[in-house]
């Protein structure tokens, strides 16, 4: 009936985690991919996998940085509303997987399903980015292609008809946006949203969406039982 696609950083965290593990432990030389990144001379992959290069410290250090992360007001709550009503949702994020890991497992949420790009390596022998989720053309140029996610979703749940659910906050967000049919959006993807006049509910926390869902989720049970 429902399923749902949940950005990470910025949405379920409060901040962008890679972003702070860069400003704390990574050579200043990452902010310089990151202006290339924003002038289009490297992708968002390209940009992602040369800053984790950068990225010092031994993995205590990593984890105490990981550790200071609090998430979104009512996240845990919505998840346990998911959980009740079984509604399948799934963290689709072009952050870094062990960093989601490590923040979703401190609040108890590890069995969460989590497609992300894959921290490698260690402090010892230097740690690398692995994309197994990019694509070829992707329109975001992410590490993860959160359109080929969803739309392998959608082959999936074809002929059950279940509604899909987008939940962002960033420029990652933009392609998939399009073809969520319920998307929850701010920052960054709710001024694109509203720019295309795209239908799309604005939210500040996770109750927002938790009680928004519920009223749909309780229209398509009534739907499907006529």
């Not at 998911?82 to 399948?88: F, G, I, L």
């Amino acid at each position: 009936m429902m399923r749902i696609f949940c950005d990470f950083d910025g949405t379920i965290a409060r901040v962008d985690t890679t972003d702070l593990v860069l400003t704390r432990l990574a050579d200043p030389a990452w902010e310089d991919l990151e202006d290339r990144w924003t002038r289009g001379e490297i992708t968002a992959a390209e940009c992602m996998r040369g800053q984790v290069a950068l990225i010092g410290g031994d993995d205590a250090a990593l984890d105490a940085v990981l550790d200071s992360v609090e998430l979104a007001d009512g996240f845990p709550e919505f998840v346990a509303w998911c959980q009740a009503n079984a509604v399948p949702l799934t963290v689709v994020s072009d952050g870094v997987d062990h960093f989601i890991a490590r923040i979703l497992g401190r609040h108890g949420l590890s069995h969460l399903p989590v497609i992300a790009n894959r921290l490698v390596g260690n402090a010892e022998t230097g740690r690398r980015l692995e994309q197994p989720w990019s694509r070829a053309g992707c329109a975001a140029g992410s590490g993860v292609c959160k359109c080929q996610v969803a739309t392998k979703a959608d082959e999936r749940d074809l002929a059950s008809g279940d509604l899909m659910v987008f939940v962002g906050d960033g420029r990652s967000d933009f392609c998939v946006s399009n073809r969520a049919g319920l998307l929850f959006a701010r920052d960054k993807l709710a001024d694109y949203a509203r720019s295309r006049a795209m239908p799309h509910h604005e939210f500040s926390d996770f109750h927002i969406i938790t009680t928004t869902l519920a009223a749909a989720h309780g229209r398509l049970a009534r739907r499907a039982a006529i």
